[in-house]
């Protein structure tokens, strides 16, 4: 049971065009959300985060917005650059657990064609 | 150091072998997390200390996973017996609030 769905496997964008990855949740007992970026042969690192009392963050080229009903959530980078080509990676937790315990999505893989 | 550091960063090891797997957090980070990444798929939780407590281990997949940090810093995570399942990333990360994770490099295992 997938509590956090990233459907899009791979996206390709042109560079300076937008890239828009998209995530789904299904646990309503999320509140806090984050977005990680993974180079090959590397860990994620922190790209952004938005908190559940909130429906968008900005943060330079990087926005995210939070559609609490719809339960989903999605990153727009604009103007995407070739350096932004990576694994992409969703992710969640609720506050109220105590554990900080992250629940993943299984990433999307973005290609900035130069 | 700046960041987490996790040795070694590939590991091959015989089925049925045990291995150990080491975590340097960066100084000062009182919570660290060890989570599993299979091939295509996204890192999942196995468990988490606050200083030298294991606060949550219910991600653990079986009694052969082991972690501990003794004195709060370093931790070790040991899978005994290792399975071919078992072949995977095992990243961890450190945190100073809990929040704001920052996650080493990993280190790749593969039971052959």
């Known amino acids: 049971d997938q509590q956090v769905k990233q459907n899009s496997p791979s996206l390709s964008v042109q560079e300076g065009r937008i890239s828009i990855l998209n995530c789904d949740y299904t646990n309503s007992m999320f509140d806090y959300f984050l977005w990680y970026k993974k180079y090959p042969a590397e860990g994620p690192t922190f790209l952004i985060s938005i908190s559940s009392i909130k429906d968008k963050n900005e943060d330079g080229r990087f926005t995210v917005f939070l559609n609490k009903s719809a339960k989903h959530l999605s990153l727009h980078i604009v103007p995407s650059q070739p350096g932004d080509s990576a694994v992409y990676f969703c992710?969640?937790?609720?506050?109220?657990?105590?554990?900080?315990?992250?629940?993943f999505g299984k990433g999307t893989k973005l290609s900035v064609i130069p | 150091g700046a960041g987490v550091s996790q040795s070694p960063r590939y590991k091959v090891a015989k089925r049925g072998q045990d291995v150990a797997l080491r975590c340097d957090p960066i100084?000062?980070?009182?919570?660290l997390f060890w989570y599993q990444q299979a091939l295509g798929q996204g890192p999942e939780f196995l468990t988490y200390?606050?200083?030298?407590?294991?606060?949550?281990k219910s991600g653990l997949p079986s009694d052969r996973f082991f972690a501990e940090r003794p004195e709060g810093s370093v931790s070790t995570l040991k899978i005994q017996r290792t399975q071919q399942e078992d072949s995977a990333v095992y990243l961890c990360?450190?945190?100073?609030?809990?929040?704001?994770?920052?996650f080493g490099s990993g280190t790749r295992l593969t039971v052959v």
């Open positions: 100084s000062g980070h009182v919570s």
């Open positions: 200390f606050q200083n030298e407590a294991q606060l949550d």
């Open positions: 992710a969640a937790f609720s506050s109220g657990a105590g554990s900080y315990q992250l629940t």
């Open positions: 990360a450190s945190s100073f609030d809990g929040y704001g994770y920052t």
